[in-house]
């Protein structure tokens, strides 16, 4: 299974743009990049996803390198309410593996 | 309201006693899984389908049990539950196993 790399802890300030990377070297050719979210107390929430072009939605963007190795989700304009960790994952056919993810605090 | 639904929301059981936590999609998805979530362990995948009457294992499939008969319904079976099965659990479905996933509110179950 294709693993993935993010940082620990991460902070922001409210209403300034977050850049959460991820690292993913060992991605295949078919590997899809999700990103989904944990808001403390609450299930995970799909944030977005995709597979080789940038992909923006109403939440997020996704920035995807051109070899596939990394990704970058962007909020644009991070709110209190975005506190959460933020895990990136590779789904690989059915198995969804979590890792620790991005513990991403927001500062008024 | 397009959504996985999970009952029951909090289960306090006995070691032995067997049970049911049911979860039900509306979106018509093939995709649907089990995860428990423990502190320090992180979300980990118990069963998963990838349609009707296909299920396979995940990471921690011990103790559980799955079905799917039909599409809609992926309910998880504990036939002799112990307290190592004190979690809270996520059910969650998608399109394809490729697509974006919705998850349920959770079901935090204690055995005693």
């Known amino acids: 299974d294709a693993k993935t790399t993010q940082p620990n802890s991460m902070e922001s300030n409210e209403e300034e743009p977050v850049h959460l990377p991820c690292n993913h070297s060992t991605i295949s050719g078919t590997d899809y990049i999700h990103w989904y979210r944990q808001l403390p107390s609450q299930g995970p929430e799909y944030v977005i996803h995709g597979l080789t072009s940038n992909v923006n939605n109403r939440m997020a963007s996704l920035a995807i390198a051109e070899d596939r190795k990394s990704s970058t989700l962007i909020l644009h304009r991070a709110t209190l309410r975005d506190a959460a960790v933020y895990y990136c994952i590779l789904p690989n056919t059915g198995k969804l593996i979590f890792g620790q993810g991005t513990t991403l605090q927001v500062k008024p | 309201e397009a959504q996985v639904t999970q009952n029951p929301r909090y289960l306090i059981t006995v070691t032995g006693k067997k049970l049911t936590v049911t979860c039900s999609q509306n979106m018509n998805h093939e995709y649907m899984s089990w995860y428990r979530q423990d502190p320090g362990l992180g979300l980990r995948q118990i069963y998963y389908s990838m349609n009707v009457e296909v299920t396979d294992k995940g990471d921690v499939p011990e103790g559980y049990k799955v079905s799917r008969k039909e599409k809609r319904n992926f309910p998880l079976i504990l036939e002799s539950p112990s307290p190592n099965q004190t979690s809270l659990y996520f059910c969650?479905?998608?399109?394809?196993w490729g697509d974006g996933y919705t998850f349920g509110s959770g079901t935090r179950l204690t055995v005693v």
């Open positions: 969650a479905s998608s399109l394809f």
